[in-house]
């Protein structure tokens, strides 16, 4: 039993990177945003509203933070 030759899969990066029109509308434009404003895990952003309450809830009569 003989298999048919399988082509080897195409280099997407070289044909974005050539042919620039294939991209999404707005590919460019949500990437840049994207590295530029990384993404705040959900689990650090309730640390610190919990480290927040923690931290009025420490402060005493007539203490001013």
């Known amino acids: 039993m003989t298999y048919p ?5 195409p ?14 509308p707005g590919y460019a434009q949500a990437f840049i945003e994207a590295i ?3 993404r705040i895990k959900p689990s650090e952003t309730k640390k610190a509203e919990i480290k927040e ?3 009025k ?4 009569r007539n203490d001013k933070r």
């Open 5 to 9: 030759k399988i082509s080897p899969a």
């Open 11 to 24: 280099n997407w990066t070289a044909i974005f990177s050539v042919h620039p029109e294939l991209d999404a």
């Open 36 to 38: 530029e404003n990384p």
């Open 53 to 55: 309450k923690k931290k």
């Open 57 to 60: 809830r420490a402060l005493g």
